[in-house]
């Protein structure tokens, strides 16, 4: 089981990389010295990981590559920091938002850790998106570019096409510190929760110049919901009848316990948003190549952020800035400059991200090509409305409807206040010019909460673009909303704060109830096995070598997550699957869907004690697995295919709970 101590020392070491690095180039760039700390930990994991990854592929994965990395950016930003006159020390007011926040990230953290009762042991819903441990024990045992840990068959690409570089910066942690796979993801949770805090929280600061306004932004993103009291209000059955039932479009509580990879996106398009900003004021070779690797980073990080709501945006703020002509006073200033560096960033970001591209593309032609997106608007209403109709009101619908039911007070307020920024002089009376920033980060926002609106992916079930696509929009909001709403404070305006106190009194309970779900869990049947499951897997890696491939039930302790997954494989095992169930394959098998159906629907029957000789021939010879584990928990340990198999051997047995057994001498001679 994971240990808090090795976790707390894999977030330990991630700061001492990101911050470090990050507040360096920050400082290089320009920024002033409080707005460089909050953004300095973004910064830094995309620079130093875009970069570590470079290293590893060329010189393989090791300590060297990372330390390496840390060590190229904090020189080059050590080398340009800009002297200007401010004070040395970093102020008070920044150090307690960087431990509110600090506090407020154990929150997502949280849904990553185990639970112990006196049942067994209980995990929260969303661990089921951190089954992608697999991946980042992967790449500590057998370096860059991954082998895919979910499918091993001779069917697709045996590279990995997920944008992996979150789970590499986990793997980071891991190999400097000894941790876990389990015990890194945990780390990199709160690190991603911290550094995107952290960011709003100073932009909130920097909106506004008021002391309140980070700390305001901090509560804001922990806020739900309007659903919950929806369904107090009128019923579920009614909600349910006028309006779709809730997704994965959730706010930043949600969504970074969920899925850390698309939030670390987001903060690294924001970052990049403000890295054009200062390349459009002060061109230059560190900022182009800073811009380049922020780019590349979002895109390894989540296709759907990174690389289509920021090539929205970057060509929208390109425009913008190019319009603006803000480095005309520079003496290397001018429109054709700008346009000629941010060229250059954005062939350096695809020369950067090329390993990933190829492996998409191999993905995707292995898939049966086709369109990865498409344009449809989001459905928002009911059954109530009769088609077309509603089709055609959905469009509207999402932003007078949705946006107001999941994020209403950070959406209105943040609006409202975004849109004042915007239209004021480019000159703020206590502070440097932001005009500029604020309209870019403006642009941001549109092409953020647009491409949620109107793009929908279809590489997999689930509209996964239009979930994550509103995140860099909303971290943008959320910072604005602290702002406004620290002015209103300011000024004592009654009605704003009145209208806010109750929208947060309406939101707060779905925030509480998830960060409830994220500390205590959810029961199940499953949990006294579960707890037990550590000993099988370190049997089984007793006879499966380090690049071997493991077949078990994919549905091993399904009651545990609210899709079947093998937990127990993919936080325990250490070793690659021949086919780690459906839900996984999804997302790293490039196989047509109708054949991942077919393997899930035989893996299925040999596990549930229904398997032919012609099933086990196939898990032989097709999909390559070395090691085959029955539990007291399949049907197939009182129906075993696999005993009076000549493809397979028994190699240990431990009485009532599991059977492993080794691949025979006919399929060692493949």
Not at 4 to 15: D, E, I, Q
Not at 305 to 322: P, Q, S, T
Not at 450 to 466: H, M
Not at 479 to 496: F, N, Q, S, T, Y
């Amino acid at each position: 089981m994971p240990s808090l101590s090795l976790a707390a020392l894999c977030a330990a070491t991630g700061l001492v990389l990101w911050m470090a690095s990050g507040y360096a180039l920050a400082r290089s760039l320009a920024f002033d010295r409080a707005i460089a700390l909050t953004l300095a930990p973004v910064l830094g994991w995309a620079v130093q990981n875009a970069l570590a990854l470079l290293l590893s592929l060329v010189g393989g994965f090791s300590p060297v590559a990372t330390v390496g990395a840390m060590a190229l950016v904090c020189a080059a930003g050590l080398l340009r920091v800009r002297r200007d006159g401010s004070e040395d020390r970093i102020p008070p007011l920044t150090l307690w938002v960087c431990l509110a926040t600090a506090v407020m990230a154990a929150g997502p953290a949280l849904a990553v850790l185990p639970k112990f009762t006196g049942d067994g042991i209980a995990v929260a819903p969303a661990l089921f998106d951190h089954a992608k441990i697999a991946l980042i024990d992967q790449i500590v045992r057998e370096g860059v570019p991954p082998v895919n840990p979910v499918y091993g068959g001779a069917e697709a690409p045996a590279g990995v096409a997920y944008y992996y570089l979150w789970q590499f910066g986990a793997a980071q942690l891991a190999q400097l510190t000894g941790a876990t796979g389990w015990e890194a993801d945990a780390a990199a949770s709160w690190l991603t929760a911290f550094s995107t805090l952290l960011l709003m929280a100073g932009l909130a600061r920097h909106f506004s110049g008021s002391s309140l306004a980070p700390f305001l932004a901090i509560g804001l993103s922990g806020l739900g919901s309007l659903r919950p009291v929806l369904v107090a209000m009128v019923g579920e059955e009614t909600l349910e009848h006028w309006l779709q039932p809730a997704t994965g479009l959730a706010g930043w509580l949600f969504q970074t316990s969920w899925s850390p990879h698309h939030v670390q996106a987001a903060g690294c398009v924001v970052v990049a948003v403000m890295t054009m900003v200062r390349l459009a004021r002060r061109p230059g070779a560190l900022t182009t190549v800073t811009l380049a690797l922020l780019a590349a980073a979002a895109y390894q990080s989540s296709i759907w952020v990174g690389g289509v709501v920021f090539v929205l945006a970057a060509a929208g703020c390109a425009l913008f800035l190019a319009r603006s002509r803000p480095a005309r006073s520079h003496p290397a200033g001018g429109v054709g400059t700008f346009l000629l560096l941010g060229s250059v960033a954005a062939v350096v970001a695809v020369a950067i991200a090329s390993p990933l591209l190829v492996e998409q593309y191999r993905s995707a032609v292995a898939r049966g090509g086709g369109r990865l997106i498409a344009i449809d608007p989001f459905e928002v209403l009911g059954p109530a409305l009769p088609q077309p109709l509603g089709r055609v009101l959905d469009v509207p619908a999402y932003w007078l409807v949705l946006l107001v039911v999941e994020f209403p007070l950070v959406y209105l307020a943040g609006a409202i206040a975004l849109a004042r920024m915007a239209a004021r002089p480019d000159a703020r009376p206590d502070g440097p010019p932001d005009g500029l920033l604020v309209r870019a980060l403006a642009i941001l926002t549109a092409a953020s909460l647009g491409a949620g609106w109107l793009l929908v992916s279809t590489a997999g079930v689930n509209n996964d673009l239009g979930w994550r696509a509103v995140l860099p929009g909303l971290m943008v909001l959320t910072a604005a909303a602290g702002a406004g709403l620290a002015r209103c404070v300011e000024r004592r305006a009654a009605l704003p704060l009145v209208l806010a106190m109750a929208a947060a009194t309406a939101t707060l309970p779905d925030g509480l109830r998830l960060a409830a779900e994220n500390l205590a869990g959810r029961p199940s049947s499953s949990a006294a096995a579960f707890a037990r499951s550590p000993a099988l897997w370190q049997a089984v890696r007793r006879h499966a070598p380090p690049d071997a491939r493991v077949a078990s039930n994919p549905a091993l302790f399904a009651d545990m997550t609210p899709w079947p997954v093998n937990l127990s494989w993919a936080l325990f095992a250490d070793r690659r699957s021949c086919f780690a169930g459906n839900e996984l394959a999804i997302a790293f098998a490039a196989l047509q869907s109708e054949r991942r159906a077919a393997i899930a629907e035989q893996f299925g029957r040999v596990f549930a004690g229904d398997g032919t000789p012609d099933d086990i021939r196939a898990l032989a010879w097709i999909h390559r697995c070395d090691v085959v584990v029955v539990t007291v928990f399949d049907g197939a340990w009182s129906r075993d295919p696999f005993a009076a198999s000549p493809l397979y051997r028994l190699a240990e047995a431990e009485p009532g709970l599991w059977r492993i057994y080794s691949a025979g001498p006919r399929m060692a001679g493949d």
